[in-house]
């Protein structure tokens, strides 16, 4: 193939081989890297089971993502092994030896035709995936059709935590998003101060969430369970602590997605006990409501960049804060009282409640299923 | 074939006639007030290793914060600084830089020239680049370093939700943005207007051709940035509405501004470390580079193609199916003229009788590692792929193996080779070596497994994550990893000081190279050339050793010529310049008429410098 | 220094920035065009993506303003028709003195030159009047995207012919005490250069800004 073949190249076959081991096991350790890289390519893949596996899709618009990461996976193997298998042989072949003399190789330019075949193949490949890409890019961007059921849900970002709209339904919820198996969701995404990224990465890929401006992100998740999920575009200090879960109900049975619906609609659980009693007191005196609403107790008309989440329904939450910690009446009491020191920067304020009022109104809010 | 017919050593040219002030003084004033491409180009380099060794320790800090879930070594606030800055210096203060600094040393040496066209101006730059790189780092001491991450997004930069940091960050840019055009301006006429006779265009060495591909892709690509800089600045200080969500402003306006100078910047970072690899390549493969031709024209055709494909950093923002695909379809396309690069230098390799010094192990394994960056970032450019890789930590292992993997280790490589000419003494190999394999273990070992990382859904910029995530084995290797990495780095910078004191003493010519570069001493002299060399070939240097007939002679008699003398005034102008940003700055801290005051001083510096500068005799 | 580079054969007392030291070098020059020209052509090229940009920005937030005033409403054509008008005539001017410069004749270069900064510095009183007139009809930076991005279009531009006032003051200053020669020529004409182009920013700033409002 290559014109220019020096001499030494033609010797017999078994000289060469020898002569290969021999250098091989010599200087030229960097062949070394090739079977390394090589290796960690393969762990790359297989990696268990993962929460936040990416190629391990429980909804379409994770799946589609992960059917091209395979297309594209398997190329780039090939693609790769070709260079490097051509860099490694070039190496064992056209290395100074011991006792060569200072004579030049042969000195040539180019070869068209070589050159030609490496510029014509990359095109064909690349043109081949632009048109598959394309596929992809309008079938993830498609409108679901509207005639079927649809999970509507308003997210806005906040920092940092999200708040979900179900406007329909007349819902609104924090940090958890509840959904259907098999039912279309459609998501519309927008931010009340600066961007955040919405990503579930076991369900779909991620869309942003932009202030001023709303985004749709749609999918169908097919496996039930709960998915973890977080904030994915840099939104200020807390940006770490800025996770959600997505929650995905069979259609029926106790744990209907129907049957949480109805759960959420209802108004807010009165008090029973004294001490819950005592913490709906904190909750209204010690100025929450200025930020929080709870249905039938505080409502809230004007909302700004510092009003929290809608606590209705904080009992009934598995995490708090952003799943920056689980919802219990201690890590409720620990939140309340400092804030800032369970998650920096949060924008709720301290109101420097002593440690009785804010077991009594963790103990209220916890109660609130 | 044929044995070496003569020396470059025997080179003999009789005395020139010269009209010159250099060297105009010594000791630091000469430092400051040189108007020498070569002594601006040192410059250059030391800021940028410099600013190397504080990216890498900022990246060292937060990877320390990484290696365990749940650590409290650093808050979020500190380290999102911290990334913020690692990468404003990895990108504008090291690695750009030390490419500035090549092409001021080089790019006169390969053209046979005696210095830059504009040679005041050169040193304006310098100056102008050092203020914008110490104005950012200021930050670090007045109310705490830029945290809205590297490119800045609105409307996160804004004054309502971002601290002082971001007023450095936009002003000090704003001042490497002029250093940059300035300097672009410089070498593309530089380039195009002082070849030496014969040095036709396609007989440029593929290092002087990069050069002067990304001088116009500076040239272009940074006004969009400058003006979303100063969109930010006005809205930071005059109350203006640019990216204020509420009255209107879109924050996709600056992410088009940003990206439309981004993308084509990374293509600055990389084409350099692709034309050191192109020169080093053949020499120690001791053939011709491969289809010379079509690795120039690929790097062009880059540069071009480079300037449409800015919004695959947008996938995720909802721009739309169309734009997304059209993007989606240009980006693609770079994979065939980076394809034609990678396989020519393969092409170079085969049939060459190799050796191995250390630039040529740089070079060597410069190209299956950024192959492997390059086909990462092939999966990012299909955006059903990319909703899930973007701001996951796939990303950040796609840039750092075309940054650090590509462009760093060209750079390195680059050092190693060109050394000898800079200081006239060799660095040592068994060092190198050592510098070598241990920064190459440490590049995979952290930034592999970090593909996995982003397959697991690790997103990028999180300065904690909890332990049942599942992220620590792969964040505690990359942890590892970079100290490796900064240790390579040390035993780099330990090299270059012990070899620039009492290395090996090289001649003009220690690795029997090719360009024209390699004809004069090293260091070389002042005026670079005793005479106007006759370029016949696209190796003149290696034909006049090994082709007969191809001889470069010396003429008979001593050619006369002139050289600029020193001056100050380039560094009292932009002193100047500096001193306007710094009032900018001061209003942030100080409003009222401070600004006003220093304004108008400041421009009036610059006007009085600038008329100095002009009439100054040379 | 002065009597060393006097009896240089190539005596080049450069008055541009920077293109000093060099003719010698110019002998080799490949593109037929000489180093100051060609270094203002390039940053040209880079001014146009810079008010490319700016212009992009100031379409890209058209009618997006929340509260007024409107364009309509402030602009008045009459009086940014004649600012336009001196400005045109200022770059005919500035071909005057690249012509006399060119023909060697330096002290009607030099007038040349003065009149054109002159047209300039009316030009951009006009604007100054203009800004004035306009915040006092209650569009400021702050009022509206459309102040934003008008006051920053056109105040950039403003700048760049402030600082081309300045450019062509120092030229005929240096002109007059015999630091520009008939043989630099050049650098009057890339004065030139800057002055044309930023002559014709200001002609796609009045048709499409200025001149649209009124025809829609
Ligand atoms: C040196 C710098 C450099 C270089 C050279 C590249 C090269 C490329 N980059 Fe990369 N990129 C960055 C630096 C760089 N990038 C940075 C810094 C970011 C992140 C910024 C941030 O968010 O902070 C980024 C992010 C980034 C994104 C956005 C990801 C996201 O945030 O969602 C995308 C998307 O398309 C992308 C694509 C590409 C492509 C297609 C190339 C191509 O040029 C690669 C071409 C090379 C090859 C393909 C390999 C060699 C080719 C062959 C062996 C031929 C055969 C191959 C085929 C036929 C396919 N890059
Ligand atoms: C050319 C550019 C470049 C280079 C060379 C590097 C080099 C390195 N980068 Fe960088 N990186 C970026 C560009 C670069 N990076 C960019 C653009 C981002 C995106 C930022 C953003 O999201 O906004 C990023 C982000 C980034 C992240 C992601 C952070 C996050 O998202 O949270 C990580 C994580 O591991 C990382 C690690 C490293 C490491 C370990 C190195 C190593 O190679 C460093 C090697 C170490 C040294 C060179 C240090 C040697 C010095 C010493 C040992 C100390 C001695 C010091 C003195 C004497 C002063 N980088
Ligand atoms: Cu919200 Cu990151
Ligand atoms: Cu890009």
Redo the contacts with the bound molecule.
């Keep these: 193939m290559f014109r220019n073949t020096p001499v030494a190249a033609q010797a017999s076959p078994l000289t060469t081989l020898r002569g290969w081991a021999q250098r091989a096991a010599s200087s030229r350790t960097l062949t070394l890297l090739v079977p390394v890289v090589m290796g960690l390519l393969l762990a790359a893949c297989g990696d268990g089971n993962h929460p936040r596996d990416t190629l391990n899709p429980a909804g379409d618009g994770a799946q589609v993502s992960a059917w091209f990461f395979w297309l594209y996976m398997i190329l780039d193997t090939v693609i790769f092994i070709i260079v490097c298998a051509a860099m490694v042989v070039a190496i064992m072949k056209f290395s100074k030896k011991k006792g060569d003399d200072d004579s030049l190789p042969p000195q040539s330019h180019g070869n068209m035709k070589l050159e030609l075949i490496w510029t014509v193949i990359p095109t064909i490949i690349v043109l081949v995936l632009a048109v598959i890409t394309v596929g992809g890019v309008f079938q993830l961007s498609a409108k679901p059709a509207e005639e079927q059921k649809i999970v509507d849900v308003e997210v806005i970002g906040k920092q940092w935590w999200w708040e979900f709209d179900y406007k329909n339904e007349r819902i609104t919820t924090a940090n958890e998003l509840h959904v259907e198996e098999g039912t279309q969701v459609s998501l519309h995404l927008t931010s009340a101060d600066v961007i955040h990224a919405f990503w579930v990465p076991r369900v779909s890929g991620k869309r942003d969430a932009t202030p001023g401006r709303t985004y749709p992100l749609y999918f169908k998740p097919f496996e039930k369970g709960e998915f973890i999920g977080q904030c994915a575009e840099?939104c200020g200090a807390s940006h770490a602590r800025m996770g959600l879960k997505m929650f995905v109900h069979p259609k029926t049975g106790p744990d209907s997605y129907d049957n949480w619906v109805k759960a959420q609609q209802a108004a807010a659980r009165a008090p029973t006990t004294a001490l819950e009693k005592e913490g709906k007191k904190v909750f209204e005196t010690k100025g929450c409501k200025s930020c929080h609403t709870i249905k039938g107790v505080a409502e809230l008309t004007q909302r700004s960049r510092t009003t929290g989440p809608d606590l209705t329904h904080v009992g009934s939450r598995s995490t708090i804060a952003a799943v920056t910690l689980e919802n219990n009446v201690e890590n409720l009491a620990k939140w309340v009282k400092d804030p800032q020191s369970v998650k920096e920067a949060a924008l709720m304020t301290n109101l420097g409640l002593s440690d009785k009022e804010s077991k009594a109104v963790a103990t209220y809010l916890y109660s609130l299923k | 074939m044929s044995a070496k017919l003569l020396d470059i050593e025997s080179l003999q040219a009789p005395e020139p006639h010269m009209h010159f002030e250099r060297p105009g003084k010594t000791g630091l004033v000469d430092w400051l007030t040189t108007v020498d491409h070569k002594k601006i180009g040192i410059l250059y380099l030391l800021s940028g290793v410099?600013y190397?060794?504080?990216?890498?320790?900022e990246?060292?800090l937060?990877?320390i914060q990484?290696a365990v879930p749940d650590n409290t070594f650093l808050g979020g606030e500190t380290?999102?600084g911290l990334?913020?800055m690692?990468?404003?210096?990895?990108?504008f203060l090291?690695?750009m830089p030390m490419t500035a600094g090549f092409a001021n040393f080089l790019v006169p040496l390969m053209i046979g020239a005696r210095d830059v066209a504009f040679p005041r101006l050169n040193s304006w730059s310098y100056w102008t680049f050092l203020g914008g790189s110490l104005v950012i780092n200021a930050s670090f001491v007045f109310g705490g370093a830029p945290s809205?991450?590297?490119?800045?997004y609105a409307p996160l930069t804004g004054a309502q939700y971002s601290g002082s940091g971001v007023d450095f960050w936009w002003a000090g840019l704003a001042l490497l943005s002029a250093s940059s055009l300035a300097a672009s301006v410089n070498f593309i006429v530089t380039i195009l207007n002082l070849r030496a006779p014969g040095l036709t265009l396609l007989r440029l060495p593929v290092l002087g051709w990069m050069m002067l591909v990304i001088q116009f892709l500076l040239a272009l690509s940074f006004p969009p940035i400058t003006v979303g800089l100063i969109l930010l600045g006005f809205d930071r200080m005059f109350g203006t509405l640019f990216y204020e969500v509420s009255m209107g402003g879109d924050p996709h306006l600056w992410q088009h501004l940003f990206w439309l100078f981004g993308h084509p910047e990374v293509y600055v970072?990389i084409l350099p470390a692709m034309g050191i690899v192109s020169e080093i390549l053949p020499v120690f493969a001791r053939r011709p580079l491969f289809g010379q031709t079509a690795v120039i024209f690929s790097g062009i055709f880059i540069g071009f193609v480079g300037f449409g494909v800015w919004a695959h950093h947008m996938f995720t923002s909802g721009m739309g199916p169309v734009a997304d695909a059209a993007f989606a379809a240009t980006t693609a396309i770079i994979a065939i003229p980076t394809g034609v690069k990678i396989f020519n230098w393969l092409g170079t390799l085969w049939g060459g009788k190799m050796t191995y010094p250390t630039p040529m192990l740089f070079a060597v394994s410069f190209i299956p590692i950024f192959t492997l960056g390059g086909l990462s970032g092939l999966m990012h450019a299909s955006p059903p792929l990319d909703l899930q890789q973007h701001d996951s930590?796939f990303v950040?292992a796609h840039?750092?193996y075309v940054?650090?993997g590509g462009?760093?280790q060209g750079l390195f490589a680059g050092v190693y080779f060109y050394f000898p000419k800079f200081t006239g003494r060799m660095m040592s190999d068994k060092l190198g070596k050592v510098h070598f394999w241990t920064?190459l273990a440490?590049?995979n070992l952290?930034?592999f497994p970090?593909h996995m990382l982003g397959n697991n859904g690790m997103?990028?910029?999180?300065?904690t994550y909890p332990a049942d995530a599942q992220w620590d084995l792969y964040?505690m290797l990359?942890?590892v990893?970079?100290?490796i990495?900064?240790?390579?780095?040390?035993v780099f910078?330990y090299n270059m000081i012990v070899s620039w004191r009492s290395g090996e003493k090289a001649g003009r010519d220690p690795w029997d190279a090719c360009t024209l570069e390699w004809l004069t001493e090293s260091p070389p002299k002042v005026q670079n050339f005793d005479f106007t060399p006759i370029v016949l070939s696209e190796r003149p240097v290696w034909d006049h050793k090994y082709t007969e007939g191809m001889e470069i002679v010396a003429p008979a008699k001593g050619e006369h010529f002139h050289m600029p003398s020193y001056s100050w005034k380039p560094m009292i102008c932009s002193g100047f310049v500096i001193l306007l940003v710094i009032g900018l700055l001061m209003n942030t801290f100080m409003p009222g008429n401070w600004l006003w005051v220093i304004s108008a001083v400041s421009g009036l510096g610059v006007v009085g410098s600038v008329y100095a500068w002009v009439s100054e005799p040379v | 220094m002065s009597a060393i580079a006097a009896e240089a054969p190539h005596d080049d007392h450069g008055a541009d920035h920077g293109g000093h030291g060099h003719e010698e070098l110019v002998e080799n020059n490949y593109m037929k065009v000489p180093n100051v020209k060609l270094a203002l052509w390039t940053f040209l090229g880079s001014e146009c993506m810079f008010f490319g940009s700016l212009i992009a920005t100031y379409f890209f937030y058209l009618e997006k303003s929340i509260s007024g005033p409107l364009p309509a409403e402030v602009f008045s054509i009459e009086i940014t028709s004649i600012s336009t008008f001196v400005l045109l005539m200022s770059s005919f001017t500035m071909a005057l003195a690249v012509d006399s410069a060119k023909s060697g004749a330096m002290d009607k270069a030099r007038n040349w030159l003065v009149v054109t900064a002159l047209c300039g510095s009316v030009f951009v009183g006009f604007q100054v009047y203009e800004f004035y007139h306009f915040f006092h009809m209650g569009l400021a930076l702050q009022t509206s995207l459309f102040g934003s991005t008008f006051y920053t279009m056109t105040g950039f531009h403003g700048a760049h012919v402030t600082v081309g006032v300045i450019w062509l003051l120092m030229c005929a200053a240096l002109v007059n005490n015999g630091k520009i020669k008939a043989e630099r020529a050049v650098v009057i004409e890339s004065a030139g250069l800057y002055w044309h182009f930023v002559d014709i920013v200001w002609i796609i700033i009045f048709t499409f800004v200025y001149l649209l409002e009124f025809a829609k």
């Design positions: 840099l | 410099f190397l060794l504080c990216g890498g320790l990246a060292i937060f990877r990484l380290f999102n990334v913020t690692h990468a404003t210096s990895m990108v090291a690695i809205a991450g590297w490119f800045g970072l930590y950040v840039f750092h940054l650090v462009a760093l920064f440490g590049l952290t930034f970090q997103p990028r910029r999180i300065y964040n990359g942890t990893g970079a100290l990495m900064g240790a390579a780095t040390l910078v």
